[in-house]
């Protein structure tokens, strides 16, 4: 059992900078983490992924360029770093986690383990 929690969720205003973490425990490696964000009355979508092992990365089209997605060196805790803040950024925003080979965890289907969200809110 994976166990993922959220921090780093806030107020901020439009231009500003937040950083999340997720801190993974239960499971020595996880083969693939992402971010998701959920807003009220959209579908939930993901904004970065890492593959661990690799540190192979991808990025919606939306947070290209300003958010960033990253892991410690113990690869137990990934960030994401999310800079020039937008008020469409406005969200929940998930941990994910796959434990086992055989699919990208930016496809919500594919996603063994979730976070309880952090919320993060822009305001213009």
């Known amino acids: 059992q994976v166990q993922l929690v959220e921090s780093g969720g806030g107020s901020v205003q439009a231009g500003g900078s937040l950083r999340l973490s997720c801190a993974a425990s239960?499971?020595?490696?996880?083969?693939?983490m992402a971010w998701f964000r959920q807003a009220p009355g959209k579908e939930r979508e993901a904004v970065a992924r890492?593959?661990?092992?690799?540190?192979?990365?991808y990025y919606a089209d939306s947070v290209k360029g300003r958010f960033t997605i990253s892991q410690d060196n113990a690869k137990t805790t990934i960030f994401l770093q999310m800079n020039s803040l937008k008020p469409e950024d406005t969200a929940m925003y998930y941990c994910?986690?796959?434990?086992?080979?055989?699919?990208?965890?930016?496809?919500?289907?594919?996603?063994?383990?979730w976070g309880q969200g952090t919320q993060v809110t822009v305001s213009s």
């Open positions: 890492i593959y661990p092992g690799s540190g192979n990365t």
């Open positions: 239960g499971y020595p490696a996880k083969y693939c």
């Open positions: 994910a986690a796959r434990v086992t080979a055989g699919g990208d965890c930016r496809l919500s289907s594919l996603v063994k383990y």
